[in-house]
Nanobody, 126 residues
């Protein structure tokens, strides 16, 4: 059974870079057709897909966040990491990592987000 766990600081200062890591257990991040995602939910708002790294290592980003977002992985540790630069208080949110099975089409459309981490709350404040 695949499990995902987010980790990282709960408080980040404005203009700094937010870094979160998702540790995956029970399955490999290099397994074919699985994509590893970061998704966030600001207070009082809906879920926002931020980006993903595929089993192949290819990356996909939301157009609205692409200029500030980087996703990487460490296959030896079975982890993937989110870096979000130049944060502002508007980046305050619960951040989730999730595994998706991709069926086709333009990502993230055609993906089934079946396994999620519990989420970690990040506050951007001085």
């Amino acid at each position: 059974q695949v499990q995902l766990q987010e980790s990282g600081p709960g408080l980040v200062k404005p203009a700094q870079t937010l870094s979160l890591t998702c540790t995956v257990s029970g399955g490999s991040i290099t397994t074919n057709n699985y994509y590893w995602n970061w998704i966030r939910q600001p207070p009082g708002k809906g879920l926002e897909w931020m980006g993903a790294i595929a089993y192949s290592g290819s990356t996909y980003y939301s157009p609205s966040l692409k200029s500030r977002t980087s996703i990487s992985r460490d296959t030896s540790k079975n982890q993937f990491t989110l870096n979000l630069s130049s944060v502002t208080p508007e980046d305050t949110a619960v951040y989730y990592c999730a595994r998706a099975l991709y069926y086709g089409g333009s990502y993230p459309l055609g993906a089934d987000f079946g396994v999620w981490g519990q989420g970690t709350h990040v506050t951007v404040s001085s």
